[in-house]
């Protein structure tokens, strides 16, 4: 695990895991581009394919035939995960490619998943962002709960908004049966589950409160973790029509339900031309540095550093 004291409430965290509740969100987009924008500010930055069962960063960076990659760690053909890192044309710019992850490691074991969570904490690199699978995935739960840190993307669609509230709870139930451990976690669920029908691992609303009237204690300890997350919300392709304010809603609702503190940090404008930068395997925050868009990535870069572009570049 790396240095991250979540008590503290001027921690900020440099490893960013990267997930939302189902493909097309925009999390290869939203890494590699925020990535970009890192780099272009002197931030060392890594970006990490960890869509195990569908990576595609390097494509989406414009490096279709990577030499190495993740699955060369944890296939052990290279002893360290820093080996796999790739340098890219923009400086500061660094990955470690999917590229050749196949579809079996999608679901891998928890000794290999310890060894990738576990090596990627001890690498050295301002920023790490994390491109994740898609939906509540045992990968994904885990990269957002070993370092209590994470960015969740999700559209202005109620399907969407939906997934995301899924995930989040899988992520706040986790944290809950990591700190309370198994046997502790199934009891208490069972009791609570006795006491409310409604209240079964599957609605993990009720636990905190059961928790608290059980064993106040623990409530209190699981409590002021919850509230320590540093999580955040984009809501990405973001349209002229939509309501600029659903996400800070999420995040208040999520927050009553859930105890869960989440910040919203921001829209990212739906742009015709992110199609073509795609296709064309060109930056899109370079190409159009001017766009509302790219406005809007630098705004989510600010809440994720602390600092403005403008500080950044000066230092
Ligand atoms: N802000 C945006 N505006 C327009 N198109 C976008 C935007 N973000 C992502 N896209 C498009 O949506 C699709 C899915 O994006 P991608 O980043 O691959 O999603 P994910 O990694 O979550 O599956 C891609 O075709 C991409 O070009
Ligand atoms: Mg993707």
Not at 26 to 55: V, Y
Not at 150 to 169: H, Q
Not at 220 to 227: G, M, N, P, S, V
Not at 259 to 276: A, Y
Request: aromatic fraction near 8%.
């Amino acid at each position: 695990m790396n240095s991250t004291n979540p008590y503290s409430s001027d921690f900020m965290p440099h490893i960013w895991p990267i997930g939302g509740g189902k493909g097309g969100t925009g999390k290869s987009f939203l890494t590699s581009n925020m990535g970009i924008l890192l780099a272009r500010q002197g931030f060392k930055t890594l970006l990490i394919d960890a869509d195990l069962g569908a990576p595609n960063l390097h494509t989406i960076v414009g490096l279709p035939n990577p030499a190495i990659s993740l699955s060369d760690f944890l296939n052990k053909r290279v002893p360290t995960l820093q080996e796999t890192v790739l340098e890219m044309p923009i400086h500061n710019l660094f990955l470690i490619s999917g590229a050749k992850n196949k579809l079996d490691i999608a679901n891998l074991a928890h000794e290999q998943k310890m060894k990738v969570l576990r090596a990627v904490s001890r690498l050295d690199y301002d920023y790490i962002l994390l491109d994740l699978g898609t939906g509540t995935s045992f990968n994904t739960i885990d990269f957002f709960t070993i370092w209590d840190s994470g960015i969740f993307v999700c559209n202005p669609e109620p399907t969407s908004i939906e997934n995301i509230y899924r995930l989040i709870r899988s992520v706040y139930a986790r944290k809950i049966r990591q700190v309370l451990k198994i046997d502790r976690f199934r009891s208490l669920a069972e009791k609570a589950e006795a006491q409310n029908p409604d209240a079964t691992i599957h609605h993990p609303e009720y636990l905190l409160d059961m928790l608290k009237t059980i064993d106040p204690e623990q409530g209190a300890k699981i409590e002021r973790i919850l509230k320590s997350f540093q999580f955040k919300l984009v809501l990405n392709q973001v349209r002229r029509q939509d309501n600029p304010k659903i996400g800070a809603l999420v995040c208040k609702i999520v927050e009553k339900h859930l105890g869960m503190r989440i910040q919203f940090i921001g829209n990212v404008s739906f742009d015709e031309r992110v199609h073509e930068a795609v296709c064309r395997k060109e930056s899109f925050v370079d190409q159009y540095s001017y766009s509302q868009a790219t406005l809007d990535l630098k705004v989510i870069i600010k809440a994720i550093t602390g600092v403005t572009e403008e500080q950044a570049v000066a230092s």
